[in-house]
């Protein structure tokens, strides 16, 4: 399996300048572009609905490793937020609500897409690294900039939401790992049809909090704002999860340390056994999740 290590290597040091150009933030003159995406890469292929006029699930809706099995693993992952700009905590809105998209970047297996307004923008950034057809293996590197574009510190909530339906089986089952206490530091997603499925390992800020359970409830938990509840293992059953952070963000202001950054890196493989009509999802990992809130002195 790939392995990143995320601020030490060339993916992990972002080199910042110090503009609101450099990230893709434009004065709120950008326009909407193109809200479907598709990537592909070395027999792997992942879709996006970009919000707005975007059509289908919200959000990455697909990733297809391999046509053998000819199905995706994933029904929806995105990010939700809410924020607190002195007044009280606003409702939780999906990143798109921030504004159009606003893409760059743009290649068969990678683009950049941008959403803001007066109080803040994130920008996500996507690369799809297939190994080839017929090794059932992909990796896709994912980064997600959050900048306070407002003039005085805002508290945000931030939100990861996963719905992989491995094999599409409606059997998995989700383990997260962690406590209140210490930070929620992994999950670990498994199919009863071969195979370990999902791992995802979490570096320091860890989640503050997090839930498993159905795709409608997690889901729900999510929207309404509400703390998510801590129920760490779930299934067999068509299963979800998600994660939330906590966090102020002090205004950008020019000063790369006040950006908070994602970065993932998700890796999947899919073995298939002699047996045509058995496939084993052995290890889709969702690498090393970092999230790191930098402040200036």
């Known amino acids: ?18 503009s609101l150009a450099a990230f893709g933030v434009l004065a709120f003159t ?31 809706n697909s990733w297809m490793v391999d046509n053998d099995p000819g199905v995706s693993q994933l029904d929806q992952q995105w990010f939700w937020y809410s924020v607190n700009t002195g007044s009280g905590w606003s409702g939780v809105q999906p990143i798109n609500q921030l504004g159009a998209a606003s893409l760059s970047g743009v290649s068969a297996n990678g683009f950049t897409a941008t959403y803001q307004n007066s109080t803040m923008a994130v920008q996500v950034i996507y690369s799809l690294e297939g190994t080839g057809s017929g090794t059932g293996g992909a990796d896709l590197f994912e980064t997600v ?58 570096n320091q800020p860890y989640a503050n909090f997090a839930e498993a359970g ?27 999860w998600a994660l939330e952070w906590n966090s102020t963000v002090s205004p950008f202001g020019g000063n790369a340390g006040n950006v908070w950054n994602v970065l993932q890196d998700q890796n999947m493989s899919i073995v298939p056994t002699p047996e045509p009509s058995t496939i084993a999802l052995i290890a889709m990992g969702l690498g090393a999740l970092v999230m790191a809130r930098r402040r200036s002195a």
């Open 214 to 240: 159905a795709p409608t409830s997690v889901m729900n938990d999510v929207t309404s704002g509400s703390q998510l509840n801590g129920t760490t293992a779930y299934g067999p059953a068509d299963a979800a």
């Open 1 to 18: 399996m790939k392995k990143e290590t995320f601020f030490e290597g060339t993916r992990g040091r972002l080199a910042f300048n110090l």
């Open 145 to 202: 900039n959050v900048l306070n574009l407002s003039g005085a510190n805002i508290g945000v909530n931030f939100y990861q939401y996963g719905h992989f339906n491995l094999l599409q089986n409606n059997v998995n089952t989700v383990s997260i790992g962690g406590s209140l206490s210490g930070g929620y530091t992994f999950i670990q997603q498994t199919t009863m049809v071969g195979g370990n499925g999902i791992q995802e390992s979490i």
């Open 30 to 60: 950008s326009q909407g572009q193109a809200q479907n995406q598709t990537l592909s890469n070395g027999g792997s292929s992942a879709s996006f609905n970009l919000g707005g006029t975007g059509t289908g699930t919200l959000g990455m």
